[in-house]
Structure formats: C-alpha cells, structure tokens
C-alpha cells in the first residue's frame, strides 16, 4: 500500500522535478567521478571529459530504470498521456466546451430521470427492518364486497384473521391512508394520516424518536384507544421539536387524542412520495373517518394488507401454502349464517378467487404503479437523448480527426504504434467524458426538482444526489465515452491502411462515418418527435373531454364533520352554506355533490337492472355520485332526456344498501344496459343479489362527461339525490361571471361569517384539471423539450457535414459550375445529399416508432400507438428544419467561383 502511495505521489509535478534533479546530480557526480579516473589514468582532461560524455550516454538506461522505479511505466505513460490530453483539450477549447455540453445535456437528463426512477422503483423502504421481506397481499377475484379507497383492497377482519396463518409470516398488518384535520394549540392543519393495526409497526421493525408507537394493546376496542403517532417531521415542522410532546393532547377531526411517540426521522410511512404525519389506531376509525364506517364489516374492503414472510422463505413458496389457507377460508365463509344471498355464479367466482403475494420492499404500490410507466419511458428517452449526444460528439472528434490526421501520421512515423496513438485518443475521450459526467451531476438536480414539482407539491422524494447517482452518472459516462469513441477508433484503423494515399483519402474515410452518423440522429430525433407529438395530442384530446365548459366553474370543498359537528349539525351547516353560496353577487348557479371530481377516487356498487330481457346484473362496479338539484345545469352537461332531481326524489336512504327514489344515468349507461331503448322510467336496484329490490327509477338521461379522470367519460355512470338523509359533507359547485378573486374572497367572507371554525378548500376547475393531467403534462412537456433539443442536436450535426462536404467538394462544384452548371445546380447537388440522409434516417426510424407506440400505448388517449398524421407532420418539420441546416452550405457552394475553386487547394 505504501508503495502504491508513492506512486502516486511521485506523479505530482513538484516532486517530479525534484527526483529529476536528485537524478541528474547523482549522475553528474558519478560522471565527474569518472573524469578524474579517467585523468588518473593518463588521459588529458579534455579527453576525459571527451570519453566520460561518450559513456555517459549509457546512462540513459540507468535513468529509465530508476524512472520505473518511482513510477511504473504504464502509470508513467498514463500521465503523460494525461497530460497531453490536457493540453490538446485546451487548445480546442471551442470543441471541447461544444462536445461536454452536448454530453452534460444528455448524462444530466438521464441522471436526473434516473435519480426519480431509483427512488420509487428501485429503492427499498428506508427506516424499516429488511424491507426485502415484505410483501403485499391481494385479493383477486370477486370478494361481494364494497369497497372504499383504491388499490388492492381488503377488510380489516381479514387481515387479522391473516395474522393467525401460521408458518408464513413473521408478522401482518394493514393500514388505510386518508386525510384528517389536526389541531394542536391554537393551530389546525389537514395532514396526510394512516390508520393502521396494532401490528403495523412491530411487523416494520420500527422504533420510535420519542415514546412508544402504537402496538397490539391499541387494537382491541372500538374507540377504546384515544391515541395517535406523529411524524418526526409534523413534530419537528408544526410542534417545534418541543422534547415534552409525549403525553400532549392534539385534536384529530376535533375528538382529542393523546401522543404516544414520535416516528424515527428516516420512517414516513409506506407510501414512497407521500409523506404521513399522524398514524391513528384503526380501532379509532370511526373518529378519523366519521363520513362513514365499516371497521367490522366483512362486506368492506378499505385496508392494504401487508405481510413480512419468514425467514428463509420465499414469495413463490409462500404463495401456494397462503393459497391453500385462503380456500379454506373462502368455504368456511359461504357456509356462515351471514354470508349474503348471491346467485350460484356469484358464488362460484368468490369461491374461484385468489390471494396474491406480491413483493413490497418499496412499500405501497400505488405511487409505483401510477409512475412506473412514465418513469420508464422517460428514462427510455433520455437514453435516446444521450445516444443522440454521443453520435453528434462522434461526428465532432471524426471531423476533428481530419484536421489531425498529419500530427498522427508523423507520430505514427516516429515510432508511435497504433495502438499507442489510439490510447492517447482513449484518453481525451475519457476527459471528454469525465467533463460531460461532471457537467451531467450538476445538471441532474434541476432536473430532477423539476420533475418533482410537476409531480407532486408535498413528497418523501428528494432532487439532492446520492451515491448511486453519482454511481450511475459514472457508469453513463463510460458507456458515453464507448459509443463517441468507437467511431475515431475505426476511422483510425482504416487510415493505417489508407494513410499512403494522402490526406484527401483521409478526409474521405471520415465523411462516410459523419454521413452515418448524422444519418443515425436523424432517425433517433424522428423517433423524439413522433414521441412528442403523440404525448401533445394525449394532453389535447384529454383536456376536450371534460364534456362541459369548465370555465369560471368553482369548487368549494367543506367538511364539517372533521371539526367534530355531530350529524345534525353537519346537515344543517351544508344547507345553510347552500343557500348562502347561491346568494352571492357573481354566482349565476350553484350545486353540490358529495365529492370533488378528477380526483380518480369514487363510491361504486353493481347495480341490478329491469330491462325488457328481464333481470340483469352489470358486469362490474358502478361508479354513482350524489348531486344536489342544479348540478348538471351549473356544470354545463346536456340532459337528452329527462329531468333534474327536485323535491319529489328525497327519501332517506338508510339501510345496508342505499335506497334512492331516482335515479339519473350517462349516455354510455343507457347504451350499455338498455341499447337503443329509452332508459326513463326504468327501475334499478343497488347490489346484486338475488332478492335485491328494484325500486329506484331512472328519470334523466344526461350525456357522457368526466367525473373520476379525463379518460372515463364514456364509463357508465349514474348520479342520485345529494339531499337524501346523508348530506353531512361534500364540495359546492359554483358557476361565477367575472373576476374569480372577487367570488373567492366572497366565498371565504360568507364561510367565515356561517361557521368561523369550518376549514375549506377553494379551487376552480380548471384548475383541478391541471392536477388531474400532471403525469400526461409531465410527459409531453418533457417529450417536447427533449424533442427539441434532439433537433437541435441534429441540424447542428447536419450543418457541420453539409459544410463539410461543401469544402470538401470546392473543387468540383467550381469545375461543374466552369463547365456550364447553375448555381440552382450547385445547391441541389447539395441539398439532394441532405434528403438522402433524411429519408434513409425515416426509414431507419419506422421500426423504432412503431416499438415506440406499442410502449406508449396504455400512456395515450385518443390518438392511436401508430398514428400516421404525427408521423408525417413530424417528418415534415424534421425535413424542413434539415433542408435549412443545409440550406446555409448550400448557398455557399452556390457562390464559389470557378477561378478560386480550381485554385482550391
């Protein structure tokens, strides 16, 4: 080890100079000493010294040697090539600024995309004991139950009954992540929050900052267990890290809950990107979600179910034996005294269901499988990115290579072998690319905060670099450097063989590789735009499905409930806060509905239909809404046919199942269900068992419009009475004229004056479309600015061969344009080698964009993974913009003179 340290050392200019001149005295000493045994001998001084200098040219082996010895000779020749390279870099330092940014703009794309990929899709759940044991249990198949939330659902009792399967899991537990409001002093803020089993830390393996965290004895009786965990950062950010916060009382929904413990600051919870703040036992459930309740419900699906399998066990052994438990339980439930009357199919697909083991070492999969594909596909273009960079830096070092080729050949001619010479040009492209990594890891955390904000406003994720960034920025560079140094080393290899025939046979073996090149970039940019052009149409077509005008519409979100009003109350204060919204000056219409739209989530059930075949049921889940008189008039939505809701259709629900007197369905519903027959007057009942009444009538038929997402407007949807004996929260639509500012101080001044306590949430619509087509905004903002700079990349690319070639072939155009040529003759000469180029890289490119549209396709909307339009137009705008990087030489060869041009050279 000491040795290598000296090497190393002994590289350094300072003490380099200082062992040569060490060197050089020992020599001299020993050469002074040979002079007078030389005069000793008989020999005049000046013949001493004569043959002393002849001898002392001997020396020159000893100085080799003992070089070696401070260095190796390899690390010697490595430094030295270092410091060529150096200096040659910055003799072209307008090439070699031009050849970093190129690759910094390329590895700083890809490390920044990267740096987001490794965190949701490759990074393991920090804080928690081996993460690689966890998996996530999901039910597959019909479960005849109801469910509320999204992902892959369950209900609580079959979680715990999952904790007693024994030799499987080392531990289970499940949680349901929701929104609640905290009030701790005098402030109060809604905070993202988990309601969680006793088993949910103990089986993570987590262990608390400050106090204890919740455990088994908090998950024995309903609203028995008053407590609450919070986040280190809640503590640290809203409770100012006070020391004494265990055994404090904060407020959540208003019913007052004691802390426990604080989280370790390294633990957020499950969802990688949504940070938690408050974790609430689930036997409080019931005060986190007072909207509803269905903690001992078999029939309810609402938890995700986690497990942490045992050791030494693996996810495809643990699967069958979990199986064989499931079945069992799947019998014992059809033959209990409260399993619902279902028909014989119904009963046959519970009992054909399964549960699925899969691997949950990121934590929850819902951010997961919302990103993975645009994650993928942008790391999939910025690959595409950087190969575009390489080739264009390929096309700079082959068109710098030219201008080269006489300092090779002589070094070459002095006893250079090629081999050495192509190390030297190793080394320059390795600064090259060390500069464009550096370049790329400064690059990489704009660009990954700006994916983040157009993400999400609020995220566990983070912009700042890592080790396996700057790892994967490393490893990117090298594969840079491969792809941009292959082609000199080629070229080089070629003009070995070549070099005997002078230079212009050197510059024609560079210009076939520029050629195929820029002819590759072409393709690639080709494949960038059509990407580009079908993620812009995605976001267009999505944003003129709304199916109403969303203009100067207003959401106002309320929820008395979670101030702790009782049910009354509550009723009261929507209806009070009805009236007084449809009174403010600038309201032209008002309406409410229990849930905000375009926020993905809502309430469905199977729905049983009496049409003139008979008796059916629909084949899945029914997504339904609660809507206030008014809705779809301050929306905007067409009635086909039918009426509103008004006082005739109040009836309370009540009951298991809702009962509404009326009902009104969408366009795509009735098509469905009804074919081209009327729907009014037709009766329906929700659920789908056997003996379920049909009692609800439909009375309106109104047209298709978006209610959960921009992309299922043409799902059948149905819509029943907000003011139906449940009308406790919900968000109040208003249509404004005029300035919004004014109708949102209005709003906020009427809230206040109703009920000072009552937290809301104001946004317009459009707005919340915004929020709702971020990930499509996301990808065609990116795809654009990545097409983009593809192109730009490229016509630079095709400018440079173009005059290249038009320098190259001086002589011949004189001579055309002496024999008699135009000079219309002399730019299509040049601009026909430009097409050519084109068209060959379009045709390279079809493959690609056809590879391209199948991976894309589930991303699309309304636009086909192949469609000919965005090819062509993006074929077009790449020719144009080609023909005029090419255009500028062109016109150039144009005006040579012949006189001059056979002069040339």
């Known amino acids: 080890m000491r040795r290598v340290v000296n090497w190393f050392l002994n590289c350094f200019p300072g003490r380099r ?24 001998s008989g020999l005049s001084e000046a013949g001493a010294r004569k043959r002393a200098a002849f001898e002392l040219d001997g020396f020159t082996p000893i100085r080799e040697d003992v070089r070696a010895a401070w260095v190796p000779r390899w690390i010697d020749r490595c430094r030295l090539d270092l410091r060529y390279a150096i200096r040659t870099l910055w003799r072209s330092r307008s090439f070699t600024a031009t050849a970093v940014l190129l690759l910094g703009i390329g590895i700083g794309a890809t490390a920044g995309v990267f740096s987001l990929f490794d965190q949701v899709l490759i990074r393991r759940l920090p804080g928690v004991t081996h993460p690689e044991r966890l998996v996530h249990l999901d039910w597959a198949g019909n479960s005849l139950s109801s469910s509320w939330g999204s992902g892959h659902l369950m209900s609580y009792l ?122 609430i036992p689930a036997m409080m459930k019931k005060q986190a979600t007072p909207e509803w309740d269905g903690l001992l419900d078999r029939r309810t699906a609402w938890m995700h179910v986690f497990a942490r399998v045992e050791p030494g066990l693996t996810v495809a052994q643990a699967r069958p034996r979990l199986q064989a438990w499931f079945k069992g339980l799947l019998d014992r439930e059809t033959r209990s005294e409260d399993f619902p009357r279902v028909t014989e199919e119904q009963r046959r697909s519970f009992l054909a269901s399964t549960i699925d083991v899969l691997p949950a070492a990121q934590g ?54 090629q081999g050495r010479v192509a190390g030297q040009l190793l080394v320059e492209n390795a600064l090259i690319a060390l500069g464009g990594g550096l370049l790329g890891l400064l690059m990489a955390p704009l660009v990954t905060r700006v994916l983040l904000s157009m993400l999400a406003e609020d995220s566990t994720l983070s912009a700042a670099l890592d080790a396996r960034v700057v790892l994967f920025a490393f490893l990117v560079s090298l594969v840079a450097a491969g792809l941009f140094g292959v082609a000199p080393a080629v070229r080089l290899k070629r003009q070995s063989l070549t070099a005997s025939l002078g230079q212009r046979s050197r510059i024609l073996t560079g210009i076939g590789f520029r050629r195929a090149l820029v002819t590759g970039q072409i393709a690639l940019t080709l494949v960038l735009l059509v990407g580009a052009g079908l993620f812009v149409q995605t976001l267009t077509r999505m944003h003129g499905n709304v199916g109403f005008d969303s203009g100067n519409l207003v959401m106002v979100s309320v929820d008395p409930l979670s101030i ?63 809507v206030g008189p008014g809705f779809f008039t301050t929306l905007g939505v067409r009635f086909a046919v039918g009426r509103d809701f008004d006082e ?75 003011w139906d004996g449940d009308s406790r929260n919900g968000t109040f639509y ?26 809301i949430a104001i946004t317009t619509y459009d707005e919340q479309i915004g929020e709702s087509m971020r990930t499509e905004e996301l990808l065609a903002s990116l795809s654009i600015g990545f097409g983009v700079l593809a192109l730009l990349v490229s016509v630079v690319g095709l400018f440079g061969l173009m005059s290249f070639v038009v320098t190259l072939r001086t002589r011949e155009i004189g001579v055309r344009l002496a024999l008699g040529a135009t000079r219309r003759d002399a730019i299509a000469l040049v601009v026909r080698e430009a097409l050519i180029m084109i068209g060959i890289g379009a045709l390279i490119a079809l493959p690609m ?37 090419a255009g500028v030489p062109a016109r150039r060869a144009s005006s040579i003179s012949p006189a001059d041009a056979l002069r040339f050279e």
Do not use: K
Request: aromatic fraction near 6%.
């Open 734 to 759: 208003l249509r404004a004229r005029g300035e919004l500012g004014s109708t949102f101080a209005s709003i906020q001044t009427s809230v206040g004056q109703l009920d000072p306590a009552l937290p």
């Open 564 to 626: 702790g009003r009782s049910d009354s109350e509550a009723e009261r204060t929507m209806r009070d806060l009805m009236r007084t919204l449809e009174d403010l000056p600038g309201v032209t219409s008002a309406s409410v509905a229990n849930t905000r739209m375009l926020q993905g989530g809502s309430s469905a059930t199977t729905l049983t239909v009496l049409s003139d075949v008979g008796r059916a049921v629909t084949d899945g889940p029914v997504s339904y809404t609660r």
């Open 158 to 279: 079959l979680c715990r009954e999952l904790e007693d399967v024994e030799g499987l899991f080392d531990g289970v537990f499940c949680r349901h992540p929701t929104a609640v409001n905290v009030r701790a002093g005098e402030r109060s803020t809604s905070v993202r929050a988990e309601i969680v089993s006793g088993s949910y830390f103990p089986t993570l393996g987590v262990h608390p900052s400050l106090g204890r965290l919740i455990g088994p004895s908090d998950d024995l009786r309903p609203g028995a267990h008053a407590v609450v965990v919070i986040s280190y950062r809640f503590w640290a950010d809203h409770l100012g890290a006070d020391p004494d916060v265990v055994g404090h009382t904060v407020a959540i929904n208003h019913h007052p809950m004691t802390v426990i413990g604080v989280s370790p600051a390294d633990f957020e919870g499950v969802d990688l990107g949504a940070p938690t703040a408050v974790w």
């Open 648 to 722: 005739r259709d109040v009836r309370g629900s009540g009951g298991e199942q809702p009962s509404y007197r009326s009902i009104i369905v969408n366009e795509s519903f009735a098509h469905r269900y009804f074919g081209r027959q009327s729907p009014i007057g037709r009766l329906v009942g929700f659920g789908s068992q056997p003996n379920t009444p049909t009692q609800t009538r439909i009375v309106g038929l109104v047209s298709d419009f978006s209610r959960r997402s921009l992309r299922d407007a043409e799902l059948p949807q149905a819509f029943v009475p907000f």
């Open 17 to 40: 100079r200082r062992l040569e001149r060490e060197l050089e005295l020992e020599l001299r000493f020993h050469a002074e000493r040979r002079v007078e045994d030389l005069v000793d």
């Open 364 to 417: 929850s999969p819902q951010l997961r499988s919302f990103l993975q594909r645009p994650l993928w596909m942008l790391l999939g273009t910025t690959f595409l990115l950087l190969l575009l960079a390489s080739l264009n830096v390929a096309g700079l070092l082959i068109a710098r290579g030219a201008t080269r080729g006489q300092e090779l050949d002589t070094r070459v001619a002095l006893g250079a072998s």
């Open 849 to 885: 964009i056809w590879a391209l549209g199948r991976l894309v396709e589930a991303q699309l909307f309304g636009v086909g993974a192949i469609d000919p339009a965005t090819v062509a137009a993006a074929s077009v705008l790449l020719a144009i913009v080609g023909l005029g990087a």
